[in-house]
């Protein structure tokens, strides 16, 4: 599903998180990205940067990183992203940020006014740090300013402020969102978040939670995508099999953008084997 509006494809197997990579020319010179949809952003009205960088690291511990959050990059940088990615055929998905729910639509109504609006399968907003109310705000604000069936994702950190995660998970599908993405990052402080391989266990407990909750019609369920602790096939195919749908990917790849496919093929094989074995039963009516 692009910005112009086209019916849904089906939820990719593997995302990029904003800050992931700083260089998508060099990243496809490691191999064929047709299927992922490349991260645009994160995008926020009066940004100044022109490229997205790569995050200040304030320090490294056993399993993990310290860092600054990614810095929002310009409209017009956004723009130019989406051109090298429509001239390649590759698709987006455009992180947005807001201070206000105005400032999030206003970036998916200019995105949808852009001429490669057509390569946007995607847009994920970042509430990472908003409770339930701003949460089911701001989805209903974006869904407003997308297209009829644009995919939503929702970026909820499993630490949230109030660490209700299905309250915050129910409000984003009531907003509009389509999928729910885990994030096992830890916020540190203002703008510092913990990041890496440690971040598996609380990542997949957020999938497990969220799983269990819809088995219990605590809220009406969506597709999870795991984002936390992802660095290799195994630690991916645990979250698949925790329940779900696919993964993102974010410090894995400053050290090894090769592991992108392996990660890629091992999720495949695996969502291919879940649904052999468990074939998918009609979705219950919320």
């Not at 790569?54 to 130019?80: F, K, Y």
């Not at 099999?241 to 894995?252: C, I, K, S, W």
Request: positive net charge; aromatic residues 4%; glycine residues 10%.
């Amino acid at each position: 599903m692009s910005l112009t509006g086209s019916r849904p494809a089906p939820l990719p197997a593997i995302w990029l998180a904003p800050g992931a990579v700083t260089d998508l020319p060099a990243l496809a010179r490691f191999g064929d990205l047709h299927g992922v949809p490349l991260v645009v952003g994160p995008i926020e009205v009066g940004a100044q940067r022109s490229r997205t960088g790569r995050p200040i690291v304030h320090g490294l511990g056993v399993g993990g990183v310290e860092h600054q959050d990614v810095e929002s990059v310009s409209l017009t940088s956004a723009q130019d992203a989406l051109r090298w990615i429509s001239s390649r055929g590759l698709s987006a998905c455009l992180s947005i940020r807001g201070a206000s729910t105005g400032d999030l639509a206003a970036v998916v109504e200019h995105a949808r006014r852009s001429v490669e609006a057509d390569v946007v399968t995607a847009v994920e907003v970042d509430l990472r740090t908003a409770d339930d109310q701003v949460v089911l705000k701001s989805m209903a604000r974006v869904r407003e300013a997308a297209p009829r069936g644009q995919r939503l994702l929702a970026r909820l950190a499993v630490q949230g402020v109030d660490s209700d995660l299905v309250g915050r998970a129910r409000a984003a599908v009531a907003g509009g969102a389509t999928a729910i993405v885990v994030c096992g990052q830890v916020r540190l402080g203002p703008g510092r978040w913990w990041s890496g391989p440690a971040t598996a266990a609380l990542c997949r407990a957020g999938v497990r939670a969220l799983m269990q909750a819809e088995s219990e019609q605590r809220w009406p369920g969506a597709p999870l995508v795991a984002s936390g602790g992802v660095h290799s096939p195994s630690s991916a195919v645990a979250a698949v099999r925790d329940g779900a749908a696919g993964v993102q990917l974010g410090t894995a790849l400053w050290a090894d953008p090769g592991v992108l496919w392996t990660i890629r093929d091992a999720v495949r094989a695996e969502l291919a084997r879940c649904t052999s074995t468990y074939p998918p039963l009609p979705r219950r009516n919320p």
